[in-house]
């Protein structure tokens, strides 16, 4: 099962997008930036659902929330998170192979400003654009990585 | 806090929709029955968001979340969950004040037939539309709310 699924074997290049490792968990930097700092959150093994995780996978999920949530605060400005475990796309094909993984998208009252860009959340106090594009230039990406992969690697208080 | 939550103090009439109770956590069969079995899963006391739930309550929401899975694939056929945890609308306000709670979206390959009447979940495979009228008429919805009540209420193996 695992060799069909490209969520068990992530490219080198892919792998350059990890903000953060845990026992279970990959947290990437989500290509798409239509929500400055969102995430994918990436269960190492194979799994296909919330309730085939175990109870162990299920504790660190929880420590890696308040990781990012505490991230998302003090870096970023977010006054909240957008959480989402939805998957559908595996459900395009008539034999799904799903990979358990986590959307986080931070959400903001203000514009955050990095490189002297200013970012507006315009749909704040609503739901997400599901099909929005992304914001960010490169070298803004690239800040933006190094911001958040330097405090979700400190030691928390 | 507590008494300026409307989460926090519902009404009789809104209890009526309680289709199960654990010790932290009340499962609503949502108001909008725009995916068939949507639920609302509503923490018994005022936290504002993920990061601040206690271990215990996260436990115990794991349990939830294989109850309702396995409800959803039991009873309604469902083949997957969209998962999610926003709380948007909150912060409409100047000063929210969320209250935390997880809303739980089935989703069908297949029609599902309640009382002759058939439901397709037209947007397979894709993002739930986030606004979405309610497809169930009252008689449907209540039988809906006594199957889903009856086996989240059995003991479970």
Redesign the interface.
Known sequence: MTKECCWCNFTNEEKQSILFESTYWYVFLADNQDYIGRCVIVLKRHCI???D?N?SE??EL?EL??RL??CFEKILGA???????????F??SAT?N?HLHLHARP?Y?NAITINGSSYADTE?????Q??KETLLTDDNRKTLFEMMKKFLNQEQK
Chains 1, 2 share one sequence.
């Open positions: 659902n919330l309730s995780l109870l299920w504790i929880k929330i308040n949530e505490k006054e909240l998170c957008n959480w989402s475990c939805l998957m559908n796309d459900y395009k799904p799903p959400r009252r704040f106090g609503h739901h997400y599901p099909k």
